[in-house]
């Protein structure tokens, strides 16, 4: 078997081949910006920017012109949070999101909060839900919007975005939803689901990196934004840059294979995820699934193994290309904000792993992959002075440790 | 994370991984750290009527570095004296692994960890000194 085994669709996805092939002619060929009006060259590279609109509205149902073209989730994000902050700042200057969003949300709320405005953090229970009456209970007429993810990127939970989007709608505020992590595994549709702003990364659908795309809704309201970037006036002024023809392509070329795989490739996915989770618990029956084990992404398993450190976990398991629930940000281990504020301990969230799979995994991987856990597991815990206690009968919790 | 070869080896081959009667009078045990910490380590000595180290076993909850650092101190431990062990300082252990910053806590620990040991086998020893007759 080929190793590493990639493991970690969730982090990026490879392109797909026929992505690759559909974008190739844009870079040499047909090369044009498709902002020029006055040759062919233009009318190519626009009519090509046009269709995979096109394809990446029918992924969500929504209209083509709702489409603006970013360089990816945090700057489609970064637009919709800011820009709605500033268009709507005489209306109210309240936004409410939740603790476990990714950076590319949470971030551009503190900002927003340096600058005056009113941030709630709604925590989460142990699944990584929201409690929707709580929610509910913090919209005030001086909130105008809310931004909760389609699912999360750690653990894979999917918020109930339809009923949020419902309560939404009944309260007049508007609704973002983060859906990087959920384009191409769930099925999305900004109608049925209430959607007023909606971010999708390209590289996390078998598109290419740094290109993405925020929704912005036209009817029922009419959503209004501040661009975060100015200059030509491309994207209806929404945000300005000539536009990444190639990638544009590339990411509607990946939303049209989402769209007509997803029937067949979900069952599949949830299949193999399953697969891997039984492996696992199977053998090492302390482990610990975390995240909503009913309402998630079909293709994540995030697991914690007790009395084995996370980081030399991962060390052990070098065949495997995997996310450990501690974020190495800097050259130290934090654990990750999202098991914890899911209510792990720091002990937990140091020792658990993410897995997400895709479309290339197979199931000889799964096998590999969980033996090779399961035997590193085992290893370590060998050599763990914390197993041996609990084997002695030791309840960890009663003893007096000397931190350092 | 980058690694050295020397705290891959100590980590994928530990030395004297494993645990001695911790009840006998002859050995030491030393625990340290915390498992919200990430990493807890357990030394033990043998040590004979002479103050030899004549075994050294470890357990180690932790990152590679400090597995390996606790490898590394029961390596140096066996053979040597009782007070030749209490002056082993971190700094050896960080220079032997090369270990990067971040990860000098680990050394530190594992110098705590034979400080721990030996502060144990010491009591134990000064209890069995005092015989119950009552002369010393
Ligand atoms: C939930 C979520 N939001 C936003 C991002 C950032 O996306 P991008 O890499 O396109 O900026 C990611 C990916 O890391 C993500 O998982």
New interface residues.
Partial sequence: MKTPIYLDYSATTPCDPRVVQRMLPFFADTFGNAASRSHAFGWTAEAAVEQARGEVAALIGAHPKEIIWTSGSTEANNLAIKGVAEMYRQKGNHLITAVTEHKAVLDPMKHLESQGFEVTWLPVDKLGHVDLDQLEAAITDRTILVSLMTANNEVGTLHPIHEIGALCKRKGTLFHSDATQAAGRFPLDVEAQHVDLLSLSAHKMYGPKGVGCLYVRRKNPRVRLVAQMDGGGHERGMRSGTLNVPGIVGMGEAARLAKAEMVRELPLLAALRDRLEARLLAALPDAVRNGDPAARLPHLANVSFP???G??LI??IKELAVSSGSA?TS???EPSYVLKSLGL???LA?SSIRFSLGRFTSEAEVDFATDRVVQEVKRLR???????MVQEGID?TQVR???? | ?A?SDKVLDH?QN?RN?G?LDKNAPDVGTG????????????LQIKVDDQGRIVDAK???????S??ASSSLATEWLKGTTVDAAAQIKNTQIVEELSL???KI?CS??AE?AIKAAIEDWRKKRSAQATPPEGHA
Avoid: N, Q, R
């Avoid at chain 1, 440790?401 to 350092?404: G, I, L, P, S």
């Fill in positions: 009395y084995v450190e980081e030399s060390m052990g190495c050259a130290s281990l301990g720091d002990e140091h060998s050599m763990s002075p914390l197993w041996e960890l440790w000397t931190a350092h | 994370m690694y980590y530990p991984v645990s625990i340290v750290g915390a498992p919200e910490c990430g990493d807890v380590m357990k470890f357990k180690t909850y932790g990152c590679g400090a597995i990067p910053p971040v806590h530190v620990l705590d």
